[in-house]
């Protein structure tokens, strides 16, 4: 219902990206003359088609540090997350199925629900599973995973970067831990792959799941790097078929999606380090300025251990959605009840210990390779404008400055 | 979610928005009613004050709110139906008629029971207060 004459600054790029124009042109053959199937061994079609596999396999594995043969293609990091957690602990299980205490798995509570849910069916079927309550600063460190170990542990789940925080977690040491205790180590690297300096030897890291769309290369299309040598890490297979990608994943290779997903992959290999020192500079301008022209203005999660291009600011008595409708110019995420179907406000600030009212008033801003200063400037102004407007019309706002602490009143909650 | 132009119009040009003095200021006068309902956990919290003549009449409404752009629309839109009106009149203001008005979908419907029960809450405060012997000092209102 709104009309919107210019383009709006986007800022959602956690959400997802922009496609390269250089990655839709290493797509288009792939639709077109080079149409076949990659499974297809005995014709040119198919040799073409698995030829693009297999560029982007080694590209994929590149970016990672990893073997191209540890590379699985699926359809995204969701699907990379339930094979890695699912297909790991079907193998791994400590006892039947049918029985309980099949294992016990080890994750944090403000993991990405694509780690959540699977671990709740698994906990349906006979698993244990511990959940990490973050620390205030969201940080998850190899000494809480240690701490929540256990003799039957057989995985830990836990991500790299946090999708609405941007927080990064311990990887490289939680993955040693993992390493010495024997226990298969899995993370969600959506949020950093692409964006960070990523080794899965040096990093210890078994199984990672990463998407394209969030590293500027299509949608539907991702991968799981399963580790092939110390340990070999061995899977069930989800979904079965004609056993493509090692059996792991049967069905046609998505071939125009992978080769893309290939190119997004090599252009972040080569344009990760200027493009990271690019958006940290835009982000800590961004943060800085709304927070000396905004009193009452929180930066969620820890002031540094965060990927680049993720902020995620609660503006104190200003409601989220609200504020959103205040910068329609902008397009982003809010953490607020009102901008989700259960009305609800975020679960992951409100892990943390967030306080419901500052996880109301929150905003996701995420920027990305075609963010520009100029987009930044407006986005301060507008966001400023948009928060002197609303606390206008905060009643939180005036007890605030009448020195009224709005913890010690007793609400008529509804 | 889209909204509609109704509840843009009001969310970018709220009418009555202020109050009729600070917290303590007001709790005293016995022409003032006050509601405040919602709670800041919750995402929304709405303020209204009416100035009622003797005759009970609403002579004023003020509000403030906390809260999606629907939640500041309806309260907006409260207070332009209930000035001018008896406390009894606006009583009968029902919040199926503010989303009516303002089209709002099933999942703000919960912002305009707010907005309904802001009226009903400000006009038995007045009502409580208006009723109680004049030297009393009202510094509980819990």
């Known amino acids: 219902m709104i009309s919107t004459q210019k383009q709006p600054i ?14 839709v042109e290493a797509m288009l053959p792939y639709f077109n003359e080079r149409f076949g199937n990659a499974g297809s061994r005995n014709h040119r079609f198919g040799w073409e088609a698995e030829d693009g596999i297999e560029i982007a396999r080694e590209q994929a594995a590149t970016l990672i540090g990893a073997q191209a043969k540890e590379v699985i293609f699926t359809s995204g990091s969701t ?44 906990m349906r079927e006979g698993f244990d599973a511990t959940f990490i309550t973050p620390p205030p600063d969201g940080v998850i460190t190899a000494a809480m995973v240690q701490a929540a170990l256990r003799p039957d ?11 609405e925080l ?63 040598r110390k340990p070999r890490v061995r899977l069930e297979a989800l979904q079965d078929g004609g056993g493509q990608e090692r059996g792991m994943r049967s069905g046609t290779l998505n071939v ?29 301008r961004l943060e800085a300025e709304l927070v000396k022209r905004i009193e009452v203005t929180v930066v969620n999660g820890h002031a540094t251990k965060r990927v680049p291009n993720i902020t995620n600011i609660s503006f104190g008595f200003v409601e989220g959605e609200s504020l959103m409708m205040g910068v329609r110019e902008i397009a982003c995420s809010s953490g607020s009840a009102c901008t989700s179907a259960s009305l609800e406000p975020s679960y992951v600030l409100k892990s943390l210990g967030i306080g419901d009212d500052l996880a109301h008033s929150s905003l996701r801003l995420s920027l990305g390779r075609w963010t520009t200063d100029a987009e930044i400037d407006s986005a301060i102004e507008m966001i400023s404008n948009a928060v002197g407007h609303l606390r206008r019309l905060s009643p939180l706002y005036d007890l605030h400055k009448e020195g009224i602490d709005l913890s010690k009143i007793v609400w008529q909650s509804h | 979610m889209a909204y509609s132009p109704k509840v843009i119009d009001h969310y970018e040009h709220p009418r009555n928005v202020g109050s009729f003095g600070t917290s303590k200021d007001v709790a005293a006068r016995r022409d003032i009613g006050i509601g405040i309902v919602g709670a800041p956990e919750c995402g929304d919290v709405m303020q209204l004050q009416i100035r009622v003549s003797d005759q009970g009449i609403i002579e004023d409404a003020k509000f403030k709110c906390f809260g999606c752009g629907s939640a500041i629309a309806s309260s907006s839109l409260a207070t332009e139906w209930i000035k001018g009106k008896s406390v009894d009149e606006a009583l009968t203001i029902r919040n199926t008629q503010i989303v009516e008005e303002l089209s709002l979908p099933p999942v703000k419907i919960h912002c305009s029971v707010l907005a309904e029960d802001s009226i009903r809450s400000a006009i038995e405060d007045w009502k409580k207060k208006s009723a109680a012997p004049a030297a009393a000092t009202s510094c509980s209102t819990t």
């Open chain 1, 79 to 122: 699907e990379s997350n339930n094979l890695a957690i699912k297909g790991a602990a079907e193998i791994y299980a400590r006892a039947p199925v049918g029985q309980s205490g099949r294992g016990h798995i080890v994750t944090a509570s403000h993991e990405h629900k694509a780690v959540l849910d699977p671990i709740r069916r698994l």
């Open chain 1, 153 to 163: 542990t057989i995985l830990v789940s836990i991500m790299w970067a946090n999708n």
């Open chain 1, 166 to 228: 941007g927080t990064i977690n311990e990887v490289p040491q939680i993955g040693k831990l993992c390493h010495e205790r024997e226990v298969i180590f899995h993370t969600d690297a959506t949020q950093w792959v692409g964006k960070m300096p990523t080794n899965v030897e040096t990093d210890h890291v078994d199984l990672l799941s990463w998407s394209g769309h969030k590293m500027y290369g299509p949608k539907g299309v991702g991968a799981l790097y399963v580790r092939r």
């Open chain 1, 10 to 23: 986007y800022l959602d790029n956690a959400a997802t990206t922009r496609c390269d124009p250089r990655v």
């Open chain 1, 256 to 284: 125009p999606g992978i080769v893309g997903f290939g190119k997004a992959c090599e252009l972040c290999a080569a344009s990760m380090d200027a493009e990271a020192s690019r958006l940290l500079a835009m982000r800590c």
